[in-house]
Nanobody, 125 residues
Framework: VQLVESGGGLVQAGGSLRLSCVVSGGSFSDYAMGWFRQAPGQEREFVAAISRRGGRANYADSVLGRFAISRDDARNTAYLQVNSLLPDDTAVYYC???????????????????WGQGTQVTVSS
């Protein structure tokens, strides 16, 4: 299973981006999807997750109300819409795929089976 993220870039504070994560080599609908991020010198942290059928989503407190996760099973793609960006949102954003019960999401990195290579988001003040 391979995950490829895209959509990152340099944006001014208050701006928006749409991150994409395309999954290949497996059955996309078998996986809950999540987004994590890692800033220089910091540990990878949870951002958002969505269940296998898209019925449940959860977010880190720091992004609640600003970010939105979604999935399109027909396109084997998960998305993260990031709005009202802050300089503290600067990080490499990673998507992960977790083979867990269809009803659940996960905010725990160790529960994810596959990861992408990451896409850089840089927010200037």
């Amino acid at each position: 299973v391979q995950l490829v993220e895209s959509g990152g870039g340099l944006v001014q504070a208050g701006g928006s981006l749409r991150l994409s994560c395309v999954v290949s080599g497996g059955s996309f609908s078998d996986y809950a999807m999540g987004w994590f991020r890692q800033a220089p010198g910091q540990e990878r942290e949870f951002v958002a997750a969505i269940s296998r059928r898209g019925g449940r989503a959860n977010y880190a407190d720091s992004v609640l109300g600003r970010f939105a996760i979604s999935r399109d099973d027909a396109r084997n793609t998960a998305y993260l819409q990031v709005n009202s960006l802050l300089p503290d949102d600067t990080a490499v954003y990673y998507c992960g795929a977790a083979r867990i019960h269809f009803y659940y999401t996960s905010s725990i990195a160790n529960e994810y089976d596959y990861w992408g290579q990451g896409t850089q988001v840089t927010v200037s003040s």
